[in-house]
């Protein structure tokens, strides 16, 4: 007989589940087990008198053993869990658990130690359902728009950013770094001619930051197009994708979210609304009398980012807040500058913390080698810059950090929000 998960189990029918064994009722003469697969919980009950080689089976368990349970399935409306409870013919026991290391409410290093029994918590494989539909509806909703999925390669020959924050890694006889976005590749695909991609894949980050939103590899979900000559084109594309991906995620687990983390799933409006960063800072100032020095203010502070909700909320109505204008020393070199000499790019704040900067890319070879050269990195880009030297249309993009987006759909710290977190500190498991 073939498995059936719990969820597709009905009243009625002879089946076979498997499970970990969450909860364990072992009396006299009766037993009552709750088993836990990845799709629902099931009530077993055991008339030990009737089956005593099962009786004998069911003592040798411990909470989070598995087991596979042949049997019934019956209704039973004293059951809590869907009405339904199996009655076994037959359990094989697959594994016997030790006492687990972890508690639920263990300090969350501790839990890190033990990634893979805390994984089996409802909260974290519901996290990461939520993670695998939100990925899944953005890939969605940008291959019914005709982008191509690329995958770039993460072991590159020049840092991707900058000469910092990277990481450097032995290669043969040579040195290689792990890129710390696909930004340069993305670009070469417009000088492909391939006009709209994506991407998801992993990111690396060598910064010792010990924030609840810094991890030093993540999960980013980046894209480019073509033929853009607008940061508004880019921020059009980035509102349109999110409203989407938000709606979906909503219907199918708005309500498991706000019962498991007390969160409330919001699908935004489009427009977002947008402020250059001058008047937001004008704004924090006038409404919370937050100030900042004035060469502080050609990038948004900490401080301010998080002020953002609150002010995006009382002046919008909206938890999202695009914030334009930039200076360009605070910008990556490849940001195209409008006229004034201000980067066409934007940073996207959602419930008070930066989850996107996009921006117009520089396509014109000789801005951009100036561009480069201005920041000090002309030799480390210079393969790069080959791919412009042969025409390449106007482009811009964006990249969203995944992990990121789950930490605050649910109020996590970024530890929990990936599967498995890496920091400063932290290389195993």
């Known amino acids: 007989m073939e498995r059936t998960y719990i969820a597709n189990v009905k009243a009625g029918e002879q089946v076979k589940i498997a499970g970990f ?23 077993v009950t055991l008339e030990k008198e009737k089956f005593p080689a099962l009786a004998e089976k069911v003592d040798t368990l411990t909470i989070h053993s598995v087991i596979t349970v042949t049997g019934t399935a019956v209704a039973n409306e004293y059951v809590k869990l869907g009405g339904i409870e199996i009655l076994p013919e037959e359990i094989d026991v697959e594994s016997i658990a030790e006492a687990l290391p972890i508690k639920d409410d263990s300090e969350i290093d501790s ?7 805390d994984l089996r918590r409802d909260r974290n494989q ?4 939520l993670q695998t539909l939100l990925t899944a509806s953005m890939r969605e909703f940008l291959i019914e728009r005709g982008f191509i999925e690329i995958h770039t390669p993460k072991l590159i020959g020049a840092a991707s950013e900058s000469g910092s924050d990277v ?33 998801t894949g992993p990111v690396f980050r060598a910064e010792k930051s010990y924030t609840n939103k810094h991890a030093t590899e993540f999960t980013g979900f980046d894209l480019e197009f073509s033929y853009v000559h607008s940061a508004e084109e880019v921020m059009h594309m980035e509102e349109e994708l999110l409203a989407y991906a938000f709606g ?57 980012e998080h002020l953002c909700a609150q002010f995006s909320m009382e002046k919008y109505g909206s938890e999202f807040l695009f914030v334009t204008d ?6 990556a070199f490849y940001h195209m500058r409008d006229e004034r000499g201000v980067p066409m790019g934007y940073d996207l704040i959602w419930r008070g913390c930066e989850i996107t900067t996009g921006a117009v890319r520089e396509h014109r070879y000789e801005v951009l080698k100036a561009q480069a050269d201005e920041k000090g990195l002309g030799k480390d880009v210079e393969f790069y810059l080959q791919f412009f030297r042969y025409g390449c249309p106007p482009h811009g993009g964006f990249g ?30």
Do not use: C, H
């Open 21 to 43: 064994v969450e909860n364990l009722r072992n009396k006299r003469t009766m037993a009552f087990l709750v088993i836990k697969d990845i799709t629902g919980k099931m009530q």
């Open 111 to 117: 839990k890190m130690d033990f990634r893979w029994i």
């Open 126 to 129: 519901l996290m990461l359902k």
């Open 167 to 199: 990481f450097e890694v032995k290669y043969f006889d040579t040195k290689a770094y792990l890129a710390q976005s696909p930004q340069f590749y993305k670009q070469m695909a417009m000088a492909s001619g391939m006009d709209r991609i994506f991407e």
């Open 248 to 304: 979906k995620v909503a219907a199918a687990y708005g309500k498991e979210v706000e019962e498991l983390f007390g969160k409330q799933i919001i699908v935004p409006t489009v427009p977002f609304p947008r402020i250059k960063l001058a008047d937001l800072y004008a704004e924090l100032e006038a409404r919370y009398g937050y100030t900042v020095s004035d060469d502080a203010k050609g990038d948004l502070t900490t401080d301010a």
């Open 326 to 331: 930039y200076d360009a020393k605070e910008r």
């Open 400 to 429: 969203i950090g995944i992990d990121r987006l789950t930490m605050l759909f649910l109020g996590l710290s970024i530890k929990e929000a990936e599967f498995l977190f890496r920091g400063p500190n932290r290389l195993t498991p």
